[in-house]
């Protein structure tokens, strides 16, 4: 069966109305919820939420100057509350607080910082104050000393002409300022500033668009709007250029080539509940995507690197398995791009990462994680990505609740061992080639037994070695800010 516009939507929007039907039993669970340990560091999950009522609440995140990762979320039931928790740059959660409490409705919010502002923390989100439809439309707040107090601007910045009434909303800074987008059945829409203005509908390719996402080539000056389609004969993945005088487009829309699917006799698009992921590169001049793709499973996760000249190249980072769904992308500032993603295997869920070379243009081994334990379904991701480690967090189900968790992983390194195999009382030389997103990786430790060494710069190391029995030797191979790697050579009679 083919999508036909508007009325087929995706599976987690399906599943909205159980969602809100139970979020006041969610909500009214969460006082006597323990506080949140404050724990952190790779591979250990942090609850920093408690119940947020919907499996369709999505984490937001941004990090500032020093280090500090400010994430942002909504609580759903009937009223709503916008939260937010910092996490330092060790993983360790400072303490959780509410930005607004008794909203009628807010959509999934964004959270931006912006330089050289002196309330440059900001925080957007689409919805309704009170019942006579004060603050309908975009309203924002901002935090003038690092998230510890936030202040509600008066005013929206688009009301109900722009539909941004309880929409959910992405933001990106560039240096002529910030800018918000959001998805209605009208369109998809950009607004620059965080002034009353013009919103622009940048949607070109028809009924309609959803999940819009801003991300901004810096060295190009290049900003973009992605969203996700799904009416018949436009679906997919469509990007377009937008105006940063102005937030109105430039030139037509694009497709992302790949993000559909053959299927019986036509293309399809399995869309996913989450903003699509994009995000610029530091210091390179190129902009990423990520998505799972294939129809009807989406069994492939695939990513689009877009440079300044406007081409486009497509990667496949995993295939098989089970189905991808949720994901994000982040770039360190060394211009490293991270995607993580989440697989249906298994009766305990995994989370998936893998990272780039600076540019994105090669891509390293992956590396996983256990889901916490306890969880079940992974519905939501965000990240942001640091020198040296992914920050993550997860939206679970977690017995009965949905919960959003955090967690830090390092990249994963390719080991190379020859020879392969080796016979038992011959003594021989193992060479042992370590390499991250195809760079050769100096100053690793390789292990082999009780013997020891140490890559030199061309990511080599050797040792020579004489097996006693017949078997398996272990290679382990380790270095700061990356997950252990392991190889083994064969050795027979």
Known sequence: MRNSGLTRRPTLWRLAALAAATAAVLLAGAAARPPAAAAGGPGVWTDVSGPVGSLLVQPRVARDPSGVLHVVWITQGTPQDLMYRPIAADGVAGGKLAIATGWPSLGNPAVVYQSGVADGLRVFAGGVLDSSGSHEGLSWWS??????????????????????????????VTPAGVFQTWFSSAGVFVHRSVSPGTDYNVNDVGNYGYSSALAYNGVDD?????????????????AREIDQA??????????????????????????????????????????????????????????????????TTTTTLATGGGEKQATAVAADPSGRVWVAWSDSSGTRRHVYACRSNPGATAWGKTVSVLAPSGTETLWQLAADAQAGRLDVLGQFTSGGDNVIYHTQLTAGLSVSVSPAKARVGITFTATVKVADAGVA????TVKIGTRTATTDASGTASLKLKPTKTGSLSVTVTKADYAAATASIKITP
Do not use: C, H
Not at 222 to 238: C, D, F, H, I, S
Not at 441 to 444: E, F, M, N
């Open 246 to 311: 102005t937030g109105d487009a430039l030139g037509a829309s694009f497709q992302l080539p790949g993000s559909t699917s053959s299927y019986g006799g036509g293309q399809e698009f399995a869309q996913k509940q989450m903003p699509v992921p994009a995000t610029g590169l530091p210091r390179q001049g190129a902009i990423v995507f990520a998505y799972p793709t294939g129809y009807p499973a989406s069994t492939t996760m695939r990513v689009w690197r877009l440079d300044g000249s406007g081409t």
């Open 441 to 444: 990786v100096g100053g690793a």
């Open 222 to 238: 290049r900003l973009y709007v992605v969203a996700a389609y799904n009416a018949t004969g436009k679906q997919g993945l469509w």
């Open 143 to 172: 935090s003038a000393d690092g998230g510890a107090a936030w202040t509600l601007q008066p005013g929206v910045i688009s009301g109900p002409g722009g539909t941004a009434y309880s929409s959910d909303v992405a933001a990106a």
